[in-house]
């Protein structure tokens, strides 16, 4: 099942970088493997992938214990700050980061480390009520904050658009994301390195890459539909 579904996103990536004229090689998929079991990543793992994504900090500790090391892993999810010393030296790319508050936290932690850890700075681009992440008004501002630190570096800007049965209705939001980044660029800001737009999921991510994603986080379109038990 993951091969054919892997097929399947691929070549609706390819589809959408031909349509819009960029290049594969510019967009990443991040698997997102959260609440699936070990086996199921190893078959990913298997098949090429090398990106997982994953919204929890002990789910990601345990994986990663248990799977090969050249995974680079992306904390997704929202982080709480007393978690971060779990997570510094283990993930590729920290993609929550929505407050000044836990960006110091990850510095500290990283510094302690002796690592870099590379971040984005999650925007609420539609303003929704439930969820996390800055305004777009409040994301330069803290994205200028942010660069001030030291062991932290922020490479671009996440977010996660609305849910919806239309992804039509979400390219407004990419775009909107895609030009926040392009002014933060063109303010020339000190010890950042914007290059990222995490941004498309399995109900968008076609419309994502062609406003510009470099990385869409696809779970339900790999893996199938999540089921949540409760424990
Ligand atoms: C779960 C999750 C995804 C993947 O969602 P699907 O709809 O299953 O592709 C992507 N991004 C974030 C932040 C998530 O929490």
């Not at 999810?77 to 590729?92: F, P, S, W």
């Not at 063109?186 to 995490?198: A, F, H, V, W």
Request: charged share 25%.
């Amino acid at each position: 099942m993951i091969q054919e579904n892997l097929n399947t996103v691929e070549s609706k990536i390819a589809e959408a970088c031909r349509r819009s004229g960029r290049s594969r090689d510019d967009v990443r998929l991040i698997a997102v493997s959260k609440t699936k079991p070990i086996s199921m990543l190893q078959e990913a793992y298997d098949l090429g992938c090398r990106d997982f994504g994953e919204n929890k900090v002990q789910e990601l500790v345990e994986k990663y214990e248990q799977l090969p090391k050249d995974i680079r892993w992306h904390m997704i999810g929202h982080l709480q700050r007393n978690k971060v010393k779990y997570i510094v030296d283990k993930v590729a790319m920290i993609h929550s980061v929505d407050s000044l508050r836990l960006a110091e936290e990850i510095s500290k932690e990283a510094l302690k480390k002796n690592v870099t850890v590379p971040i984005l700075v999650e925007v609420n681009v539609a303003g929704e009520e439930s969820k996390f992440g800055v305004s777009p008004s409040e994301t330069a501002a803290l994205v200028e904050e942010i660069a001030k630190l030291p062991n932290i570096i922020v490479k671009g800007l996440m977010t996660i658009a609305p849910y919806t049965d239309h992804p039509e209705e979400n390219r407004l939001y990419f775009a909107n994301l895609k030009q926040i980044y392009v002014d933060i660029i063109q303010k020339n800001i000190d010890n950042i390195c914007m290059g990222e737009l995490s941004m498309g999921m399995t109900g968008d991510y076609g419309i994502a890459v062609e406003e510009g994603a470099t990385y869409i986080r696809v779970g339900t379109g790999i893996f199938g539909e999540r089921q949540y038990t409760a424990i």
